[in-house]
């Protein structure tokens, strides 16, 4: 008896103790986010995928300026200038940057200074 109690117990503060932090997740429209860690040239993670309508942060934890590109995927011929581009964003140290994605596709975007820094959203609806 003593057993089901103090399971029962335990399993009712266990779910005091949860239930409020999901509730708190699920109503935080907290954006996806991409990070560059410091000293290393890439984004971390390389893949993300999200819905439509959803906010994309990109934050520089390195002490160098990355410049984050993308070109538009719905483009036939590739972008030659900066008007162009979909982000044409420049990122010192310590920066952010956000941006909400409205519609489907997949977004390749890569560092203009370090072209090895490549990352990719899909959106879904």
Known sequence: M??????????????ILIAPVKLQRADAADPV?????DGRTEFS???????????VKW?????????LTAADP??????HVADD?????????GETFQMKFDKPNTYDFF???????RGTVTVVP
């Open 33 to 37: 986010e991409f990070k560059i860690p």
């Open 45 to 55: 993670p390389k893949f993300q995928q999200i819905k439509t309508g959803s906010q």
């Open 85 to 93: 581009l979909l982000i044409h964003h420049l990122l010192p140290p």
């Open 74 to 79: 719905n483009r036939k011929e590739p972008a």
């Open 111 to 117: 560092c203009a200074i370090h072209m090895e820094m």
């Open 2 to 15: 003593k057993r089901v109690l103090l399971f029962q117990t335990s399993f009712l503060v266990l779910v």
């Open 59 to 67: 934050i520089n934890e390195d002490k160098r300026t990355h410049f």
